[in-house]
């Protein structure tokens, strides 16, 4: 098991290039099990969380594997349409096979989720969508199971809303399953995130007919077959609003490149809030920052709204803000396995539901702390660039389920990160 020992405070500086997006690429993996033949994603991440879908993949008769031109997926032959539950339950997102499967195969198993560090993983409405396209539905010891008509899915209307609003995934299995299916699909609450553009205009470059894209009404025309595609995938926006909160944390100036700040407009809005600039520069951004960090107050909310994914590493930098902010998550209100261990680290969080009350202090100490879920082990490891001491990080893997060797590239800017094996 690794740990990281993180020395602070350190200061930043130069550029850190941010990778392809994880969220784009893992539903985009499962998309190229739609067109028989080789795929091909250029700037697949390299990452924990793609390698549980390569394994998957292959567990369902592709053939994958990586080249220096990109990861290819052979998905000539699909005889297996099983996502078992080894797998399934170290990554939820492998959910995302249910739409293709059904749609390529007529029928598919598929282990439910079961829940996480950051709570339940309800997959309701994803159920709710295909069904609606006609398919069948039972539940199998843990497994899904779900039939196809022998005449294949028809397309119809779908809302796909429920109470936390939009459902990234639940999107991208309905819009999946619905681009082959007979006739039109129309999505009503379709999630708008930019990773579901991203697997939109992926589809329609392999063949499929979808309008409305990056709106909460997808149309979607069905047609025969889609052909296998070569697509790279958007820059990981997590990871960029990530280095973002980085450079603020530590006060430094960054260069951040491949970072699209069209798609951070929440973020780039509560950045300003709190006193940081962030400017676009060459083709990212470049962020400076020597506070004092102004409180602000952020709520999580579908896209455009303010990522939850970003939740805890603002928590992190508002946890020495001067003054006190309210930090509301309406995506996944137990997600705040963050607070205890930054707490730990002498901040000053109370929980109070789903809210957080931030109340601002002047440092950070040091501390043995706990990853939990992948971005709050990613706040773990901003506060401790910023903590006074050396802290220690245990439970590393949660990292490097969502960043690539995230030490190496913020030691290359100046951070003080060592990864031990224990
Ligand atoms: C995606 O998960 C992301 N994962 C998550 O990022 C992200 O936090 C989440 O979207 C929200 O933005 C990937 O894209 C691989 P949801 P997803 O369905 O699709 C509830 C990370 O750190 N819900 O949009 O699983 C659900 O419980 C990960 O990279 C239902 O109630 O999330 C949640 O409260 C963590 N029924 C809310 O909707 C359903 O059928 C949003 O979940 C589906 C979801």
């Known amino acids: 098991m690794d740990i990281f020992e993180i020395d602070g405070p350190v200061h930043l500086s130069g550029a850190i290039d941010v990778t392809g997006s994880k969220n784009s690429t893992l539903p985009i993996m499962a998309a190229m099990l739609l067109a028989p033949g080789i795929s091909v994603i250029p700037n697949a991440p390299d990452l924990a969380d793609i390698r549980s879908l390569e394994t998957l993949l292959e567990s369902l008769g592709a053939k994958v594997h990586r080249n220096p031109d990109g990861l290819h997926i052979n998905s000539t032959v699909i005889d297996n349409p099983v996502g078992a539950y080894e797998i399934v339950r170290k990554m939820r997102a492998s959910i995302c096979i249910l739409g293709p499967l059904l749609a390529r195969c007529g029928r598919v198993k598929v282990s439910m989720p079961g829940g996480c560090a950051?709570?339940?993983?309800?997959?309701?409405?994803?159920?709710?969508?295909?069904?609606?396209?006609?398919?069948?539905?039972?539940?199998?010891?843990?497994?899904?199971?779900?039939?196809?008509?022998?005449?294949?899915?028809?397309?119809?209307?779908?809302?796909?809303?429920?109470?936390?609003?939009s459902t990234v995934l639940g999107t991208d299995n309905?819009?999946?399953?619905?681009?082959?299916?007979?006739?039109?699909?129309?999505?009503?609450?379709?999630?708008?995130?930019?990773?579901?553009?991203?697997?939109?205009?992926?589809?329609?470059?392999?063949?499929?007919?979808?309008?409305?894209?990056?709106?909460?009404?997808?149309?979607?025309?069905?047609?025969?077959?889609?052909?296998?595609?070569?697509?790279?995938?958007?820059?990981?926006?997590?990871?960029?609003?990530?280095?973002?909160?980085?450079?603020?944390?530590?006060?430094?100036?960054?260069?951040?490149?491949?970072?699209?700040?069209?798609?951070?407009?929440a973020v780039t809005d509560r950045f300003r809030q709190i006193g940081v600039a962030v400017e676009t520069s060459n083709g990212g951004c470049e962020v400076a920052f020597d506070g004092p960090i102004r409180p602000a107050d952020i709520t999580t909310q579908p896209y455009p709204g303010f990522p939850t994914d970003l939740q805890a590493q603002f928590m992190a930098l508002l946890s020495m803000a001067k003054g006190n902010s309210v930090v509301t998550e309406k995506i996944y209100p137990d997600r705040f396995m963050h607070v205890a261990e930054l707490n730990r680290m002498a901040a000053s969080l109370r929980k109070e539901g789903p809210n957080v009350i931030v109340a601002g202090v002047d440092k950070l100490v040091a501390a043995p702390v706990m990853a939990s879920d992948l971005r709050a082990s990613a706040a773990l490891v901003l506060a401790g660039m910023a903590a006074e001491g050396t802290t220690v990080v245990q439970r590393v893997y949660h990292i490097d389920r969502g960043y690539h060797r995230i030490e190496e590239r913020l030691n290359a800017v100046g951070a003080k990160i060592r990864r031990k094996s224990v």
């Open 174 to 265: 309905v819009m999946m399953a619905a681009v082959t299916a007979k006739g039109t699909t129309i999505i009503e609450s379709a999630a708008c995130e930019p990773e579901v553009a991203d697997l939109a205009n992926c589809l329609n470059a392999m063949g499929a007919k979808i309008s409305g894209i990056g709106s909460p009404r997808l149309v979607i025309e069905g047609v025969k077959e889609l052909k296998p595609i070569t697509y790279s995938v958007i820059g990981d926006r997590i990871e960029a609003g990530t280095f973002m909160v980085a450079a603020a944390i530590t006060r430094s100036k960054l260069q951040i490149n491949n970072c699209q700040l069209d798609h951070m407009l």
């Open 118 to 165: 950051i709570g339940d993983r309800p997959v309701d409405i994803h159920l709710r969508g295909v069904k609606a396209l006609g398919a069948k539905i039972h539940l199998e010891n843990g497994y899904i199971v779900a039939e196809a008509p022998a005449g294949g899915l028809a397309g119809t209307q779908i809302f796909l809303g429920g109470p936390f609003g």
